[in-house]
């Protein structure tokens, strides 16, 4: 079993569309990331959280500890929000993340 | 804004070339990574360093070297490249204390090296 799985693997929907991902993890962290990769681009940090919920435009992020549970939120989303989501978590008082295998999504205009 | 900036986007080498990738990051971050890209296998960590001159390996530093003699650079050496190391390779840093990896992480666009 992974420490760290996502799901769904893949997810198309249509714009305008309510997204949801879903990360857990089995270990005790000091934080979760989250981060996109276009097609044929560079990976970018969305949110990096330890509690609570985190919201940047149409992204919210939250995080259930006790739970050992995240969740990346699209809300209206567009084609361009078409990429790769990638959950990693930082274990405690440990540098090497752990990665999630990323959540492939496509929206369709 | 945070740069993390990769020498190269496009690599082409020979087998058994010896080939330098270089990453600088302009925002005084304590850790910096090499990572490799592969389908379907997701992220994999090459190497890792928290300080100047320190360096510890990843999940798949065979084949590789690394050297940080300055804290805002941070290379990757195929002392003899093989086809088997064609990938996308990722450079990030973050800031962190003490060997831990506390901060946001920041990438460069990556360098994608073809072994031929």
């Known amino acids: 079993k992974n420490e760290v799985e996502q799901s769904p693997q893949n997810l198309t929907a249509q714009e305008g569309e309510f997204i949801t991902i879903n990360c857990s993890y089995s270990?005790?962290?000091?934080?979760l990331h989250w981060l996109q990769q276009h097609p044929g681009g560079g990976i970018v940090s969305l949110f990096m959280?330890?509690?609570?919920?985190k919201k940047h435009g149409r992204l919210i992020a939250t995080i259930n500890i006790q739970e050992k549970h995240s969740s990346l939120h699209i809300t209206a989303s567009h084609p361009r929000d078409s990429a790769v989501y990638i959950c990693?978590?930082?274990?405690?008082?440990?540098?090497?993340?752990?990665w999630g295998a990323g959540t492939k999504l496509i929206i369709k205009p | 804004d945070v740069k993390v900036t990769q020498s190269s986007r496009y690599l082409v080498k020979r087998t058994g070339e010896k080939v330098f990738l270089e990453c600088v990051q302009d925002?005084?971050?304590?850790?910096m990574f090499w990572y490799r890209q592969d389908p379907g296998l997701g992220l994999r960590l090459i190497y890792f360093s928290y300080d100047v001159k320190m360096k510890e390996k990843g999940d798949i530093p065979e084949g590789y070297s690394v050297s940080r003699e300055k804290k805002e650079r941070f290379s990757l050496i195929l002392e003899s490249a093989s086809t088997n190391q064609t990938s996308m390779y990722l450079c990030a840093s973050s800031f962190g204390t003490s060997g831990t990896n506390t901060g946001e992480l920041f990438f460069g666009e990556g360098s994608r090296l073809t072994v031929l």
């Open positions: 925002m005084d971050h304590e850790n």
């Open positions: 959280l330890s509690s609570g919920k």
């Open positions: 270990v005790g962290i000091s934080a």
């Open positions: 990693a978590v930082s274990p405690d008082s440990n540098y090497q993340l752990i």
